[in-house]
Every structure is written in C-alpha cells, then in structure tokens.
C-alpha cells in the first residue's frame, strides 16, 4: 500500500525555524514534493527532490533520504504569512500513464507573533 | 498568464442527482489530473489524463465517477447519484507534461456540497 505520514498541527514563533518532517512508504518512487496551502486555497508547488540531500530555496529548503523513506521541509524566518498547511506528496510511478501523486494528510502550520 | 480555472466554484446539489465539475488546464499543458480533498483528509487522487493516452481512472471511487477530456484540452468530472459522502472540494490540475519534474499547478476546487 501506499502511506505518507506528517504531524497534523505545529506551532511556532514569527522570525524562528520550522521543520515538518514527513515519512513515506509507497509501491515505487520516482520524486517527492511539498505544497503549501493556505485555507480555502488552492495548494501551490515549494520544491521538488529525486535525489538525496537538501535543495535550498530562499527561505525554504527541503531534504530527502531515499532509504529512510523520510524528507523535511525547513521554513527559516518565519512570517506571518506562512501560515499554511503543508503537504508532502510522492510520486510512487515512473512516467506513462501514471502520473499521480501521493499525499499526506498535511501539517497545519500556525506561526505566532 | 491564466492559470487552471474551475467551475462552479461551489455546487450543493441533492442526493441523487448528477454534477459535472469543470476544468479548464492552462494552455499547452498536456497532462491534467482530478483529486477530490475531504475535511481533515489529504488530496486524494481521482484520474489522470496524459495527451492522447488512455486515462488512469485508478483513483475513481466508483462507477458513479466519470471523466472526459476533449481536445485534448478541457475536463468534465461528473458524478451520478450523488451521495453526501462525496461531499468534498475537488480539485483540478495540470502540467506540461507526465514526467515528475513538470509541477502541477492547482486551479482553485469547487467545493461540492451534497444535502
């Protein structure tokens, strides 16, 4: 079966760093992804890992482990407007006619002043 | 330039009747997939249409669940008899193309309602 797992809510303070962690366990693997969605919002693409390490974006950076099955998001100076859910989704299929994606459950970020 | 856009932005509809949910991909994106998102629930995949291969209608719950897509362009999801367990947003998107490194773009959902 196919199973991705991240916490549900995390809190954290305004100008400090947050890390959401996610763990997956799927048929095949062939990228995973982190979305950011604010309420009653369409989710829109943060970042994209195939290989192992971390790819940094701006304030964003995301980690990938292949063999733990297992990524974080890293959200440095965190403002207000990050405010969101955040999901982790995998591709599990190679091309073709399978395209789809994956997804967790989301983690609910809340930060605070 | 535009983005994915969907229509109705909200539907309530009855149990029992049929909805057709519409999508419309950005220009030249020849990949366009449907998933439905429930209270609580993570985006689930529905189907997932690439050119002018079949579809993967894996992710379809049921029979009552349908897609098409012509032209290679526009998508209709529609539901028959609908159930209030179908009650969730359904959200299209669409990319350049079926390989992993293309990003999916969103459209905004329609929120279905079924009473």
């Known amino acids: 079966g196919q199973n991705i797992d991240q916490p549900t809510e995390m809190t954290a303070t305004e100008g400090a760093i947050v890390q959401i962690n996610c763990t997956y366990q799927t048929s095949g693997f062939n990228g995973l992804f982190w979305y950011q969605q604010h309420a009653g919002e369409a989710p829109t693409f943060l970042s994209y890992?195939?290989?192992?390490g971390l790819e940094e974006k701006g304030r964003f950076s995301s980690f990938l482990s292949r063999s733990k099955g297992y990524s974080y998001l890293l959200l440095k100076e965190l403002q207000m407007k990050d405010s969101a859910s955040y999901l982790c989704?995998?591709?599990?299929?190679?091309?073709?006619?399978?395209?789809?994606?994956?997804f967790g459950k989301g983690t609910k970020l809340s930060v605070k002043p | 330039g535009a983005g994915v856009s969907q229509s109705p932005s909200n539907k309530v509809t009855e149990k029992g009747k049929d909805v057709e949910l519409r999508c419309d991909p950005i220009?030249?994106?020849?990949?366009l997939y449907w998933y439905r998102q429930s209270l609580g629930q993570g985006l689930e995949f529905l189907i997932y249409?690439?050119?002018?291969?079949?579809?993967?209608k894996s992710g379809l719950p049921s029979d009552r669940f349908s897609a098409e897509r012509t032209g290679g362009s526009v998508s209709t999801l529609t539901i028959q008899r609908t159930q209030q367990e179908d009650s969730a947003v359904y959200l299209c998107?669409?990319?350049?193309?079926?390989?992993?490194?293309?990003?999916?773009?969103f459209g905004p959902g329609t929120r279905l309602t079924v009473t």
């Open positions: 220009s030249g994106h020849t990949a």
């Open positions: 249409f690439q050119g002018n291969s079949a579809p993967d």
């Open positions: 998107a669409s990319s350049q193309g079926g390989e992993p490194t293309y990003e999916q773009y």
């Open positions: 890992n195939v290989l192992d």
């Open positions: 989704a995998v591709r599990p299929f190679y091309g073709g006619s399978q395209g789809n994606l994956i």
